[in-house]
Nanobody, 125 residues
Framework: VQLQASGGGLVQAGGSLRLSCAASGRTFSSYAMGWFRQAPGKEREFVAAIRRSGGSTYYADSVKGRFTISRDNAKNTVYLQMNSLKPEDTAVYYC???????????????????WGQGTLVTVSS
């Protein structure tokens, strides 16, 4: 699976962005999908994840209520709608695909098999 993330950019605090991650291949619906982010000088951290069917979603506490993950299996695409953005949301955002992951591990980066190239989100104060 190859992943291509897009949609990053510069936005003022309080604004919104929608990230997209397009996947190649015909097995997109077989993967749980996640979004992670990495700010300068910090470790990569979990943002959100969605199960194969899209029926279950999971969020980091820091983005809960502001971000929404969704997927369109017909379009092989996963989205991250980001509202009420804060300067601390500034980071490179990565999408990732996990072929087999248990619920308790869905927030762990090393559980994901494939990664996109990242898209930069900058939130100005």
């Amino acid at each position: 699976v190859q992943l291509q993330a897009s949609g990053g950019g510069l936005v003022q605090a309080g604004g919104s962005l929608r990230l997209s991650c397009a996947a190649s291949g015909r097995t997109f619906s077989s993967y749980a999908m996640g979004w992670f982010r990495q700010a300068p000088g910090k470790e990569r951290e979990f943002v959100a994840a969605i199960r194969r069917s899209g029926g279950s979603t999971y969020y980091a506490d820091s983005v809960k209520g502001r971000f929404t993950i969704s997927r369109d299996n017909a379009k092989n695409t996963v989205y991250l709608q980001m509202n009420s953005l804060k300067p601390e949301d500034t980071a490179v955002y990565y999408c990732a695909a996990a072929g087999s992951v248990i619920l308790s591990a869905i927030r762990r980066p090393n559980e994901y098999d494939y990664w996109g190239q990242g898209t930069l989100v900058t939130v100005s104060s």
